[in-house]
Each structure stands twice: as structure tokens, then as C-alpha cells.
């Protein structure tokens, strides 16, 4: 397995996410699952779920097959999985292939993209519907 940090400054602002501190290099192997706290990159193969607490990067060669939860997920390789970015944004270039079902905020397909699953788009309550919520006795926010 080949970890190793990269800060790529292209990546960061074409895409607008994390910088990127962990990266599965091409050719690597992980078969179990991959936990993060900062921006990831998966260039290799990863068999398990991932979970990454920022920006993750799934590039052209990347394969991943398990369950992902992401801040942001830039996807130009493959995910076969469920998919959640619940506050963040999804962008599936037009090499990416998502197989499975996919929750997010935001999302951006490319002409030539793979989606196969169903989309479920998330919500935030803006300032006004709050502001409006508690005038009408309400408590949530």
C-alpha cells in the first residue's frame, strides 16, 4: 500500500476542494476500510468503505468498492457504492462511473459520465425559512 502526502495546487482549484494530505498511489492495493480527516486522493484500489472528513479525489485510474462518505467528492475513475456528501458537492467527470445510489447537496454530471442509482438531494434550511420558523412558534433549526 502506498501512502504519501501531495499538494497539487492544479487539482485543489480545479476542482475547489481540500488540500490533499493522503493519497492511495496507482497500482496500490487496500483491502480494508480507509479513514481520513483532511483531503484524499485514490489513484489505486481500495475494496472496503472509505470515509473521509474533507475532499476526496477518485482519479481516472482510481477503483473503489465499498460505501463512501465525503465532504466533497470529485469522481473521474469508479465507485461501486452507496455514495454520501450530505453537505458538501459531487462531481462526476465524463471518465467517472458511479454504481450505486448517491445522497448529496450538490451535483455536477459530465457529458459521458456512468451514473447508475438512484439521487437523493439533501437540504438546508436557509436563514429566512429559520427566521420565519421561530416567529411562527416553531423550534427547529
Known amino acids: 500500500m502506498a501512502l504519501f502526502n501531495t499538494?497539487?495546487?492544479?487539482?485543489?482549484?480545479?476542482?475547489?476542494?481540500?488540500q490533499i494530505t493522503t493519497m492511495i498511489a496507482?497500482?496500490?492495493?487496500?483491502?480494508?476500510?480507509?479513514?481520513?480527516?483532511?483531503g484524499t486522493r485514490i489513484d489505486g484500489t481500495v475494496n472496503a468503505n472509505v470515509t473521509v472528513n474533507g475532499s476526496l479525489i477518485v482519479?481516472?485510474?482510481?477503483?473503489i468498492t465499498g460505501t463512501v462518505t465525503a465532504t466533497n467528492l470529485f469522481l473521474a475513475g469508479e465507485i461501486q457504492g452507496n455514495v454520501s456528501v450530505t453537505t458538501g458537492k459531487v462531481e462526476i467527470s465524463d471518465t467517472g462511473k458511479l454504481i450505486g445510489d448517491l445522497t448529496a447537496k450538490t451535483l455536477v454530471i459530465d457529458e459521458n459520465a456512468v451514473f447508475q442509482g438512484q439521487c437523493t438531494m439533501t437540504t438546508e434550511k436557509t436563514s429566512a425559512e429559520t427566521a420565519k420558523e421561530r416567529a411562527a412558534g416553531g423550534k427547529e433549526e
Open 59 to 63: 482519479g481516472q485510474e482510481g477503483k
Open 26 to 38: 496507482q497500482g496500490a492495493v487496500l483491502d480494508g476500510p480507509l479513514t481520513t480527516r483532511e
Open 7 to 18: 499538494t497539487s495546487k492544479s487539482e485543489q482549484s480545479d476542482a475547489g476542494l481540500d
